[in-house]
């Protein structure tokens, strides 16, 4: 079966792990959405992080090895914040995290973001709202919407509640907002349900020695 067919993975409750989950073993083989260039312009517009029009401009525009070169960086940056996270999940940041951030700011700095006034489009009265817009002037402009979701999630987000699946084999991470911060699994259909099946058969298996 090609795995990869698989639709990207989105239960994290958090968009910055979201992108650490972008590459997990869904089912028995490990897939990475992010694989290539196409693989990762698919997941940036399934994650509602850059407009279909933009999408297209940047698509025509770059090569499929320029696409490809992108996705290769943001699977570097996507490993480099994993390493980071699961360092200091189940804990809150403390100031000294902050000094190893500093290539996350280096990528930051490199943002052509702009702020515009539009018109809003709520009822029919007239109404403005302030934008955030940004320009796409190249391939690897892909990666700053990436960029800013690790940021904030350093910045909104309590690692005190981020949490690795106690699947055994599964790697995916999630941010624990339940009311008693008790979320154990990934989500119940991927690995919940397969830990009550385990269960199950152990009952079934020690009664049967019993």
């Not at 570097?76 to 403390?94: D, H, N, T």
């Not at 943002?111 to 955030?132: H, L, M, N, V």
Request: charged residues 25%.
């Amino acid at each position: 079966m090609d795995y990869r067919q698989i639709p990207p993975i989105f239960v994290a409750d958090a968009p910055g792990l979201d992108f650490l989950n972008s590459v997990a073993t869904p089912v028995d083989e490990e897939v990475d959405w992010i694989s290539d260039g196409a693989g990762l312009l698919a997941w940036l517009e399934q994650a509602g992080l850059v407009p279909r029009n933009a999408l297209a401009a940047v698509r025509a525009q770059a090569t499929p090895a320029e696409l490809d070169a992108v996705a290769a960086q943001a699977r570097s940056l996507r490993e480099w914040f994993r390493g980071f996270v699961q360092k200091r999940k189940g804990r809150a940041l403390v100031a000294r995290d902050l000094r190893d951030l500093a290539p996350l700011n280096q990528l930051l700095e490199r943002d052509e973001q702009y702020g515009e006034i539009a018109a809003g489009t709520a009822g029919s009265e007239t109404s403005f709202e302030f934008r955030a817009n940004r320009r796409w002037k190249s391939p690897e402009s892909l990666l700053m919407p990436i960029a800013e979701l690790l940021a904030k999630l350093v910045c909104e987000e309590d690692f005190t509640y981020v949490k690795a699946c106690e699947g055994p084999r599964c790697t995916l991470m999630f941010a624990d907002h339940t009311r008693g911060h008790a979320r154990r699994w990934c989500s119940m259909a991927i690995c919940g349900n397969r830990a009550k099946v385990a269960a199950h058969r152990q009952r079934l298996k020690e009664q049967k020695n019993g």
